[in-house]
């Protein structure tokens, strides 16, 4: 990469019902734009303002965003940042994504129908993006039918979005609690092992360097055996 070219953890420390909650998402820039992947949940246009000032990119720079998934604290500032764009920013998600994020198929989690937002770009598995370096498109569901996650590949850094999760800088599975389809989530993360990873960005639980590769393997064989002893899951 190049000092004009680069990528970035973005952390948003959000206040949901008068609880704190955070979550770790990215920003990607070269010399002609940035990009944002995932929003957080709604009413964060000051905050990610705020966020990208801090790191020295102009809002009026963000010209993408990438969608990894219709969850609510992933979609949920849509709606205010294209609007405040004025028509200057696309939003890029995975083919199966769209009619949640039209509003009109409800929300997989919620039930309830999003702010309709129109998606200028979908994407398919293996898609790779020509902005910022390349980000390669890797489809990842069974936390949701859309999910992917994105892999940029000059700093071999994967953005998980919520098939995996960290700990302390340990990277984790998925949360079971909020994964409906299970045996597909394990093998998504099987599919993360074709990939040179060396920085996993997940969005609940920020940012791990240390093993990665080990990790996604040992990750794949616990689950797979907790899923063989409990085959309802």
Known sequence: MT????????????NAGGNPFVVHTAVLWDDNEAILVDTGIPGQLE???????????PFEKLTKIIITHQDRDHIGSLPEIVAAAEGSVQVVAHEAAIPYLAGVTPLLK????AP???????VQDGDVLPY????????????????????????????????LTAQDGVLMPFNPEFTPDQ???????????EFDIEIVIAYHGGV??????????D???????DSDEHPQR
């Not at 000092?3 to 959000?14: A, D, N, P, S, W």
């Not at 905050?47 to 990119?57: D, M």
């Not at 919620?110 to 129908?113: D, E, Q, T, V």
């Open 47 to 57: 905050l990610i303002q705020n966020v990208l000032a801090q790191e020295a990119i």
């Open 132 to 163: 910022c370096g390349g980000i390669q498109v890797i489809y990842t569901p069974g936390h949701s039918p859309d999910h992917i996650s994105l892999y940029h590949i000059p700093s071999k850094t994967l953005i998980s979005g919520d098939a």
């Open 116 to 122: 309709p937002v129109k998606v200028d770009h979908a």
């Open 183 to 193: 045996t597909t989530a394990l093998q998504s993360i099987r599919k993360l092992l």
């Open 219 to 225: 990750i794949v064989a616990k689950e797979g055996m």
């Open 3 to 14: 000092q004009t070219e680069g990528i970035k953890t973005i952390k948003l420390e959000m």
């Open 208 to 217: 791990c360097t240390e093993g990665i590769k080990q990790r996604l393997a």
């Open 110 to 113: 919620s039930g309830l129908l």
